[in-house]
T-cell receptor, first 117, second 114 residues
Framework: GAGVSQSPSNKVTEKGKDVELRCDPI?????LYWYRQSLGQGLEFLIYFQGNSAPDKSGLPSDRFSAERTGGSVSTLTIQRTQQEDSAVYLC???????????????FGSGTQLSVL | GDSVTQMEGPVTLSEEAFLTINCTYTATGYPSLFWYVQYPGEGLQLLLKATKADDKGSNKGFEATYRKETTSFHLEKGSVQVSDSAVYFC?????????????FGQGTILTVHP
């Protein structure tokens, strides 16, 4: 596609429910990243995919958070048993290779605003 | 670990004023440095970057110079416009295979009045 697409744009859920957030990266981009933007913590890295593998999951805040990527394309971030502190904007980004290079650049989606009531 | 500290905002300026947003960092190795901008209702966009000491990144009249001796990457613009109103984030990358694993500053809200 023309850009990184995320869905839904807004999600309201009740505490304790599971949610799935979707990211469609730019076609051909092998690297995919999830970030979280919250008032208290700012912008935080969550997880990095290279193809379908996740070599860096160091930013996932708890075992309630998981993510997968299939076909080297679409990624889903799942939050189980949501808590109020999970309320944030979840951003997805993709880049051509994930390696440092002159033209390597992250393209961000518009994010999913998650509200846990 | 790596960290980025930005000057606290918000910053309010009149059109054509000079802008400086301070950014300092702590990192091991040889990080790359970035400024990202988030316009109202839009996603994060790369504004400029510098990959080694003394490099100057520039775009849309904005500039920032990678100063290793002061561990800084301050953003400047000589004459701001109303359309520059946005949130600005300083960020660093450890580089290599972790190039996209960015550490961000807390963001600075800039409002420019006519």
């Amino acid at each position: 596609g023309a850009g990184v697409s995320q869905s839904p744009s807004n999600k309201v859920t009740e505490k304790g429910k599971d949610v799935e957030l979707r990211c469609d990266p730019i076609s051909g981009h092998t690297a995919l990243y999830w970030y979280r933007q919250s008032l208290g913590q700012g912008l935080e890295f969550l997880i990095y995919f290279q193809g379908n593998s996740a070599p860096d999951k160091s930013g996932l805040p708890s075992d309630r958070f998981s993510a997968e990527r299939t076909g080297g394309s679409v990624s889903t971030l799942t939050i189980q048993r949501t808590q109020q502190e999970d309320s944030a904007v979840y951003l997805c980004a993709s880049s051509q290779s994930g390696q440092q290079a002159t033209n390597e650049k992250l393209f961000f989606g518009s994010g999913t605003q998650l509200s846990v009531l | 670990g790596d960290s980025v500290t930005q000057m606290e905002g918000p910053v309010t300026l009149s059109e054509e004023a000079f802008l400086t947003i301070n950014c300092t960092y702590t990192a091991t190795g040889y990080p790359s440095l970035f400024w990202y901008v988030q316009y109202p209702g839009e996603g994060l966009q790369l504004l400029l970057k510098a990959t080694k000491a003394d490099d100057k990144g520039s775009n849309k009249g904005f500039e920032a110079t990678y100063r290793k001796e002061t561990t800084s990457f301050h953003l400047e613009k000589g004459s701001v416009q109303v359309s520059d109103s946005a949130v600005y984030f300083c960020a660093l990358s450890p580089g290599g295979t972790s190039y996209g694993k960015l550490t961000f500053g807390q963001g600075t809200i800039l409002t420019v009045h006519p």
